[in-house]
T-cell receptor, first 114, second 114 residues
């Protein structure tokens, strides 16, 4: 079964700082990778996803993530965070091909200080 | 996109009682998913509910504890039976978007069991 590890549980940054949230997964086959975000008081929503092709994917609000297959990683990055990026971020994975169960990481709470 | 209405949004229940959570989607969907998010832990899939068939439960979850109904393509309920404090958690309803590309989530039900 696949699993997802997020190494940072709580990250505090000042505005304009750069962000990188780590995500590693365990599964040897072809995978789809996701980052979901939950802003305070809002639903979980998709931030970006990787299915195939260019391993550097861009999502909403200036976020990007890079799939490194050899490292089983899908780290989330943003060059300059804003106070409005304060949220909880979840990395997720499922096996490619039709519907496959989505497995989530434990989440990283990001707090951006103005 | 899919809009999911979930209720109740929160409840405080006594040990030994049961609570039924409702999930309504604004479009017809084949599969609906129920997740649990315990404090400090990842979202864990409880079961997948298809209309017209019994729900499929993940390891560690059983129908007697978490009975699910799926009477039509836009509605599902999850019951948390014979509750104990260990059932205190956020319960989330989710559906899949077209092409299995992402999940849409309800706002969640925050359950506290005393």
């Amino acid at each position: 079964a696949q699993s997802v590890s997020q190494h940072n549980h709580h990250v505090i940054l000042s505005e304009a700082a750069s962000l990188e949230l780590g995500c590693n997964y365990s599964y040897g086959g072809t995978v789809n990778l996701f980052w979901y975000v939950q802003y305070p008081g809002q639903h979980l929503q998709l931030l970006l996803k990787y299915f195939s092709g260019d391993p550097l994917v861009k999502g909403i609000k200036g976020f990007e993530a890079e799939f490194i297959k050899s490292k089983f990683s899908f780290n989330l990055r943003k060059p300059s965070v804003q106070w409005s990026d304060t949220a909880e971020y979840f990395c997720a994975v499922n096996r490619a091909g039709g519907y496959q169960k989505v497995t989530f990481g434990t989440g990283t709470k990001l707090q951006v200080i103005p | 996109s899919a809009v999911i209405s979930q209720k109740p949004s929160r409840d405080i229940c006594q040990r030994g009682t049961s609570l039924t959570i409702q999930c309504q989607v604004d479009s017809q969907v084949t599969m609906m998913f129920w997740y649990r998010q315990q404090p400090g832990q990842s979202l864990t899939l409880i079961a997948t509910a298809n209309q017209g068939s019994e729900a499929t439960y993940e390891s560690g979850f059983v129908i007697d504890k978490f009975p699910i109904s799926r009477p039509n393509l836009t509605f599902s309920t999850l019951t948390v039976s014979n509750m104990s404090p260990e059932d205190s958690s956020i319960y989330l309803c989710s559906v899949e978007g077209p092409g299995n590309e992402k999940l849409f989530f309800g706002s969640g039900t925050q359950l506290s069991v005393l």
